[in-house]
């Protein structure tokens, strides 16, 4: 439910947890609850070629994208801001820096 409201607000996770309601996937999506829906007979085949994206790009970048992205959640964007340097300035200064365009 926390992670419902997170995405698409109180309103909508109140009426997902309690409505008893199956909703369709592609609703979820237009909430935002879900990043986006796949045909079933191309969605092995995607998540292997989306995994293997991710399992080769630059790992540090990747990884300083999550540590923002958790410091925004748990101390919002004065949070982040506060540790952006920090964590950019390593990533800048890599290979991994290379590989961003």
């Known amino acids: 439910?926390?992670?419902?409201?997170?995405?698409?607000?109180?309103?909508?996770?109140f009426e997902v947890t309690t409505s008893g309601?199956?909703?369709e996937a592609e609703q979820f999506e237009r909430w935002n609850i879900i990043n986006r829906v796949l045909p079933f007979?191309?969605?092995?085949?995607?998540?292997e070629a989306?995994?293997?994206?991710?399992?080769t790009g630059p790992t540090r970048a990747y990884g300083g994208?999550?540590?923002?992205?958790?410091a925004w959640d748990r101390h919002g964007v004065a949070g982040a801001d506060k540790i952006t340097i920090a964590t950019v300035a390593p990533i800048?200064?890599?290979?991994?820096?290379?590989?961003?365009?």
């Not at 989306?50 to 399992?55: E, T």
């Open 65 to 70: 994208v999550k540590t923002l992205l958790r």
């Open 21 to 23: 309601h199956w909703y």
């Open 92 to 101: 800048m200064a890599s290979d991994d820096a290379k590989g961003c365009h």
């Open 1 to 13: 439910m926390q992670r419902i409201a997170a995405r698409a607000g109180r309103a909508r996770a």
């Open 50 to 55: 989306f995994a293997a994206k991710w399992s």
């Open 41 to 47: 007979d191309t969605l092995q085949a995607e998540a």
